[in-house]
């Protein structure tokens, strides 16, 4: 096994600690995203969110995150979605965040739910408790910030129908790589 392969594969056992899954955890998330500066706002303005408690991610020239997560419409549990990424480039390290998709409207809502929804290209860089990103893709651009999960502060506004914030958990990443992301929807039984 190639050791770029080994060492990828060892930053992402030290991330995932970061990734359990407990009761009270899309809770716990939602209440930093009510509490964060204008991310509290989207909640009573938008049709819709999925909320991804925990998304860890690691790379070594090859990187790749994962997050699993539950999505609302209007207020209501409708079922679950997963999150894969994988980039390529300059990008060394680990990291966990949360990450929550706000549904401007029905639309908007439908596209993210009618199976397999991508976001584009990207560049990132995240400290341990703060993150910055910019992201462009084939269907515009936006940026943001974040600190961590106790001092969090989100200002954003919707594009094209979504808003999207995140706040880092933990880990350190310097990346400048691109790559998508890739979710997939599962509507409750």
Same mark, same amino acid.
């Not at 060492?7 to 209440?31: H, R």
């Not at 991610?57 to 090859?62: E, F, H, R, S, Y």
């Not at 990450?99 to 993210?112: G, H, L, P, T, V």
């Given at each position: &096994?190639?050791?770029?392969?080994?060492?990828?594969?060892?930053?992402?056992?030290?991330?995932?600690?970061?990734?359990?899954?407990?009761?009270?955890?899309?809770?716990?998330?939602?209440?930093?995203?009510?509490?964060?500066?204008?991310?509290?706002?989207?909640?009573?303005?938008?049709?819709?969110?999925?909320?991804?408690p925990?998304?860890?991610?690691?790379?070594?020239?090859?990187?790749?995150?994962?997050?699993?997560?539950?999505?609302?419409?209007?207020?209501?549990?409708?079922?679950?979605?997963? &999150?894969?990424q994988?980039?390529?480039?300059?990008?060394l390290?680990?990291?966990a965040? =949360?990450?929550?998709?706000?549904?401007?409207?029905?639309?908007?809502?439908?596209?993210?739910? =009618?199976?397999?929804?991508?976001?584009?290209?990207?560049?990132?860089?995240?400290?341990?408790?703060?993150?910055?990103?910019?992201?462009?893709?084939t =269907?515009?651009?936006?940026?943001?910030?974040?600190?961590?999960?106790?001092?969090?502060?989100?200002?954003?506004?919707?594009?094209k129908?979504?808003?999207?914030?995140?706040?880092?958990?933990?880990?350190?990443?310097?990346?400048? =790589?691109?790559?998508?992301?890739?979710?997939?929807?599962k509507?409750?039984?």
């Amino acid at each position: &096994m190639n050791v770029a392969i080994r060492a990828w594969f060892v930053l992402l056992l030290l991330v995932l600690p970061f990734g359990g899954s407990w009761a009270g955890e899309y809770e716990d998330t939602i209440k930093v995203f009510t509490n964060a500066g204008e991310s509290g706002d989207f909640f009573d303005r938008s049709y819709g969110y999925a909320i991804f408690p925990t998304i860890a991610k690691a790379g070594i020239g090859i990187g790749g995150a994962h997050g699993k997560g539950k999505v609302y419409e209007q207020g209501k549990y409708v079922g679950d979605t997963s &999150m894969t990424q994988v980039t390529i480039g300059l990008q060394l390290g680990g990291q966990a965040y =949360s990450q929550i998709i706000f549904f401007e409207d029905k639309r908007a809502f439908e596209e993210f739910t =009618s199976g397999n929804f991508e976001f584009g290209a990207q560049a990132t860089a995240v400290a341990i408790t703060a993150g910055a990103s910019a992201t462009a893709s084939t =269907s515009g651009s936006s940026t943001g910030t974040s600190g961590g999960k106790n001092d969090a502060n989100t200002k954003g506004k919707y594009h094209k129908g979504l808003a999207v914030f995140t706040v880092a958990k933990g880990g350190l990443m310097y990346e400048a =790589s691109i790559g998508g992301q890739k979710y997939e929807y599962k509507a409750k039984n």
